[in-house]
């Protein structure tokens, strides 16, 4: 494991809960994009070598909207930085663990990523995060 690639925190909407992160706390937005294929708003905070994720669902259908409407809004998962997912997920899987996805899913930047189930490690959602190269 490299290091903690992020924290992800749900929200109901981006701007509002900006009102805090950026105005109140002075951290700064790197960048707000929509992430279609996860049906998701993102804010990207900066913060040291890692970064804090926002997530705002962009429909009542998406994960994330699931996730708010069971939970409210709060902590969504921990993604630690990985160097070769595969091997960890294979690694992963001869430990029992459950994964959410069978192979990695991989965005636009070529970032791999797939996830571990919470039933697996303790009550957390995890994320596996291979950068890709136009990712680095």
């Avoid at 009102?19 to 706390?25: E, H, S």
């Avoid at 970064?51 to 429909?59: K, V």
Wanted: charged share 25%; glycine share 8%.
């Amino acid at each position: 494991m490299a290091r903690i690639n992020h924290l992800a925190i749900v929200v109901e909407h981006i701007e509002p809960a900006l009102k805090f992160w950026r105005d109140a706390l002075g951290l700064e937005v790197g960048q707000v994009q929509r992430n279609e294929a996860e049906e998701v708003e993102i804010a990207f905070l900066p913060l040291g070598e890692s970064e804090i994720e926002l997530l705002a669902p962009l429909n009542e259908t998406s994960g994330v909207a699931k996730f708010l409407a069971r939970r409210g809004p709060g902590m969504h998962h921990i993604c630690l930085e990985v160097e070769h997912i595969e091997a960890v997920m294979q690694r992963l899987r001869a430990h029992g663990v459950e994964l959410l996805n069978e192979t990695p899913k991989e965005n636009e930047a070529g970032t791999k990523y797939c996830f571990i189930h919470p039933k697996s490690a303790f009550g957390v959602l995890v994320e596996l995060y291979e950068p890709g190269q136009r990712g680095r």
